[in-house]
């Protein structure tokens, strides 16, 4: 009895330990198109998304493409992004264009980054942008672009926003909004039950990697999107989060752990978890996380057509 009492105790001081900062990408919407961009649709979607985030008070952060939504006004912008700070979200930079750096090059992402500042700080009234993400988490495939875009953020006051719980919640919510859109409820369905356990195996496969890697769990950064699947399945994603001992902690809070401040010599074209990249640096043997069911992939490449 003795010893299921301590084995417990343990099993619940491991588990109360976990924490993870969540981060949201792709504002104003991650699917694009004249529909997702609907500037009631959109108000509508962003505060189906806030509601639990706002109830429960998580400091999440949220990162918004200059240029994305091109349609609204610059005043119904910053209504959407106002509902954001309502709810306490952070706001970040995530470019003007979403354009990977190796699609345009080194000088031509940073000017795609400064053109983003402007109308983000129109939207929030002007608050200062700490952060940065890397579109597709693409941070330059060789050194010289790596170390070239680490050199321009710093000097511009950012700090790029690494992701260790990276996952393919973006293809879950593009096959789920096209059955939606094509009336196809029991592929709708299907996708929102293979969703969370989808996440689940994810944050229990990085969970392993990072004691492997880093010798221990450290305060994880959660990537996911703006999207409809996320409007509807938030509330049982942070459920099953809670469920395995998280707690919920802001960015700036996770980013101040030691694991962060790891070598992380990656220079290829891959948007990997940092998890990964440090794995690398090390000389670590690759493991990949699980993947996304292959009923999913092949309506994905379906719906893509
Ligand atoms: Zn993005």
């Known amino acids: 009895m003795k010893q299921i009492l301590l084995v417990l105790s343990i099993a619940a001081a491991f588990a109360q330990s976990r924490s993870v900062a969540i981060t949201i990408d792709d504002l104003p919407v991650a699917q694009s198109g004249p529909r997702a961009c609907d500037f ?65 090059g080194l000088a031509e992402y940073t000017v795609d980054i400064l053109r983003a500042e402007p109308i983000i700080k129109a939207a929030t009234g002007g608050l200062p942008l700490r952060y940065f993400r890397s579109p597709m988490l693409h941070t330059g495939t060789d050194v010289a672009a790596k170390r070239g875009l680490e050199t321009f953020l710093k000097e511009h006051g950012y700090q790029q926003s690494p992701v260790t719980f990276d996952n393919s919640d973006w293809m879950f919510a593009y096959v789920y909004a096209g059955a939606l859109d094509g009336h196809d409820k029991a592929l709708a369905k299907r996708v929102r039950a293979a969703y969370v356990p989808y996440m689940e195996s994810v944050v229990a496969f990085f969970e392993k990697r ?96």
Not at 41 to 64: D, G, M, S
Not at 82 to 90: D, I, N, R, T, V
Not at 273 to 288: A, D, F
Request: charged share 25%; aromatic share 8%; hydrophobic share 40%.
């Open 40 to 104: 009631d649709a959109l108000t509508k979607l962003t505060e189906n998304l806030l509601r639990p985030i706002q109830q429960n008070r998580i400091p999440v952060t949220a990162f918004v493409i200059g240029g994305g939504c091109p349609d609204l006004t610059a005043a119904q912008r910053k209504a959407v992004i106002a509902q954001w700070l309502a709810a306490g979200a952070g706001i970040g930079n995530h470019s003007f264009s979403h354009r990977p750096i190796e699609q345009i």
């Open 210 to 305: 990072s004691v492997e890697v880093v010798g221990r769990e450290f305060p994880q950064v959660l990537l996911m999107h703006s999207n409809r699947l996320n409007a509807v399945a938030l509330p049982e994603l942070l459920g099953m989060l809670r469920k395995r001992g998280y707690r919920f902690i802001s960015l700036a809070e996770a980013m101040r752990d030691e694991a962060y401040a790891l070598p992380n010599e990656y220079a290829a074209k891959g948007g990997i978890s940092w998890i990964h990249r440090w794995s690398m640096t090390k000389g670590l043997p690759n493991k990949g996380e699980p993947d996304e069911p292959e009923w999913l992939t092949k309506e994905y490449q379906r719906l893509k057509k």
